[in-house]
């Protein structure tokens, strides 16, 4: 049993978030939701769809992309959140690693803050937690967004980030964040090869041993394409694939683009791993 937002959850099947990029150059859906009318229309259907969460978004976050002043991002992402806000009954996440973007999220109506930086590039970030009470998620990446695929090498992938995840939940509890209210996410993609990312999968039951759930974001990524051959709207078997095989090595919250496929997926992977069906 865990808190994630503003939500106990038994931690039985994985949580699905539905992914909202409200940016022009996202990988998968840039321009797609630029709109608050249209933001708001696709957070909706998610919901319908199964969406447990909402993250959204107003700053690519793929390699090589650029990064957003922080003024012009809260510009884009917080008359969003207040407008979904107020119409889904669901959790919302915002994913950004500025404080100041955090702090007028939380005030619009978010209560998760998706951080890839783990804490790491915004120092005002520790103390817009601790006074809003915030979920945050923490997430390893090398260097940043413009750098991370420069060559990544781990000495042992899964020891290395398990240790950088470890140190990062310390140093919010340090700093006065509840263990309770910290999620970790391995990274898939960031800074990672593609034997980094599927050896992640493969052994990510051993992240259970940081007490925390386990968040893991898989869908439409590079990783599926080198793989399978198809580009990113060809990709939502392969996403499939391994969203079911992080929610059986131990995944508490998949975050996806296409939510009603993946809800579906699984649970049958929910049926399968604790023998017994979950009706909702």
Same mark, same amino acid.
């Given at each position: 049993?865990?808190?994630?937002? &503003? ?13 909202? &990029? ?16 249209? *933001? ?6 998610? /919901?319908?769809?199964? %969406?447990? @969460? ?10 090589? %992309?650029?990064? /957003?002043?922080?003024? #012009?991002?809260? *510009? ?12 889904? !009954?669901? !959790?919302?996440? /915002? ?11 939380? #005030?619009?109506? %978010? ?17 817009? @937690? ?39 939940? =310390?140093?919010?509890?340090?700093? +006065? ?5 910290? /999620? ?6 960031? +800074? ?16 259970? =041993?940081? +007490? ?5 974001? =898989? ?18 078997? +392969?996403?499939?694939?391994? *969203?079911?095989?992080? *929610? ?23 049926? @399968? ?8």
């Amino acid at each position: 049993m865990f808190d994630i937002g &503003n939500v106990t959850y038994n931690g039985t099947h994985p949580l699905v978030v539905g992914i909202l &990029n409200i940016t022009h150059d996202s990988f998968y859906d840039g321009g797609r939701y630029i709109e608050k009318e249209q *933001a708001v229309d696709r957070a909706l259907e998610m /919901v319908d769809e199964g %969406a447990d @969460i909402i993250d959204i978004g107003a700053e690519s976050t793929r390699p090589g %992309a650029q990064p /957003v002043p922080w003024d #012009e991002e809260i *510009a884009r992402v917080v008359p969003v959140i207040k407008a979904v806000a107020e119409k889904v !009954p669901v !959790p919302i996440s /915002v994913d950004t690693c500025k404080a100041q973007v955090a702090l007028r999220a939380y #005030e619009a109506g %978010a209560c998760i803050i998706n951080d890839i930086s783990a804490l790491r590039f915004d120092p005002d970030m520790v103390e817009v @937690i601790k006074e809003t009470e915030c979920t945050v998620i923490l997430m390893h990446m090398l260097g940043n967004p413009r750098t991370m695929q420069m060559s990544p090498y781990y000495r042992n992938v899964d020891e290395d980030i398990l240790a950088f995840l470890n140190e990062r939940v =310390t140093f919010a509890v340090e700093h +006065g964040i509840s263990k309770g209210k910290s /999620v970790v996410d391995p990274g898939i993609g960031f +800074g990672k090869r593609l034997e980094d990312n599927l050896e992640l999968i493969r052994r990510l039951s051993e992240f259970k =041993t940081l +007490g925390r759930p386990i968040a893991i974001g =898989t869908s439409r990524k590079s990783f599926i394409g080198t793989i399978t051959g198809l580009p990113t709207n060809q990709r939502l078997e +392969g996403s499939l694939g391994a *969203a079911c095989a992080a *929610a059986l090595n131990g995944a508490s919250i998949i975050r996806c683009h296409d939510v009603n496929e993946t809800k579906l997926a699984l649970q049958i992977v929910d049926a @399968i791993k604790y023998n017994k069906l979950h009706r909702e």
